[in-house]
């Protein structure tokens, strides 16, 4: 039998309990922006899990990291070592199958998402952990090869609530 949102919402929130990672349900500051997302958790510095309104089937579980500004002058196209950097990221994540997204601030690169989903028909304790350990894991490599190609290059986690603004799907 098919499960709700409310009834997938529910499932994650516990399995989210289970690590005793800091969360925060951010369903009502998310629905505030946009009514593209059913609902939303903002758990440890910088993972996503949210579930779209515009699908049924599935949750979606993602890594947003933000560049800080003396990183993003680094992230230009006309730079051989972000050319580099960039076919490393998609063999990783090709890989490892996960997707990403550069997401951009203008004409500026402000960060890198890395993101799975889990079916709703196969939600459970372990594919949702086996799904969130497989993003943080290339979001862990995605790290090393921006700094392996850019000496200096720091990518902090954001841990405002500017993750809120800058969701990828929101």
Known sequence: MAKTSQEMKDLIEG???????NYEDQTKKIKEKSQIIDWQFHVGTNVIVSKNANREDRIHVNVNMRFPPQDSKLLVMKNPSFS???MEIS???TTCGVGHQWIKDGENIAGLAIFSHVDEENLNRVSFHNTWD?????SG???KILRSNFSGFSAQNNTTDATIDKSMYG
């Open 91 to 93: 063999e990783i994540c």
């Open 134 to 138: 497989n993003v943080a894991r290339v």
């Open 15 to 21: 399995f989210i309990k289970v690590t005793n990672i």
């Open 84 to 86: 580099k950097a960039i």
């Open 141 to 143: 490599h995605v790290q």
